[in-house]
């Protein structure tokens, strides 16, 4: 129940973003990490919007040739290459975040604030659970910088 529900909103935003501004899939993601952490690489952004490195490739070539983002060599490591915003997509960044609230509202629509409390507490502790899982396996996990943004765009990302 869980994925799906986080499925079907996902959906909601996809259709409303791609009707608003032309941005499906992994694309408006992709901006709205870019507000909050620029300079990225390319295996950093993908971890974080949920999606394998080589499946973030064409859709990186697209958006770049779209005038969305722009890659640069990382000068630390010439084999990465870093994500940065453009001025076209920094002008679309508030307006994708005030029609995910509005996707929120309606998802959140008819739920008491006890129950969205209760619901707030199980899923921080889902997270925490399976994150000290994943961090005992040895893996590298990017989430805590969606949640854990000081940026203001944290208000789109909290749970």
Not at 112 to 128: E, P
Not at 150 to 159: A, F, M, P, Q
């Amino acid at each position: 129940m869980l994925k799906t529900s986080a499925k079907t909103w996902e959906i909601a935003a996809d259709i409303e973003l791609r009707e608003r501004f032309g941005l499906g899939g992994s694309k408006w993601k992709i901006v709205v990490v870019l507000s909050i952490e620029e300079g990225i690489t390319q295996k950093q952004l993908a971890d974080m919007i949920f999606v394998e490195a080589p499946t973030l490739v064409p859709i990186i070539d697209k958006m770049e040739r779209e005038g969305y983002l722009t890659r640069h060599p990382d000068p630390d490591d010439r084999r990465n290459n870093l994500i940065f915003m453009t001025k076209k997509s920094k002008e679309i960044v508030e307006p994708i975040i005030e029609c995910i609230l509005e996707i929120r509202s309606m998802a959140l629509n008819k739920i008491s604030k006890k129950d969205s409390d209760i619901v707030k507490k199980v899923l921080r502790q889902i997270m925490s659970n399976t994150e000290e899982f994943i961090k005992q396996k040895g893996e590298k996990i990017e989430v805590g910088l969606l949640i854990n943004s000081k940026t203001n765009r944290k208000k789109i990302l909290k749970v």
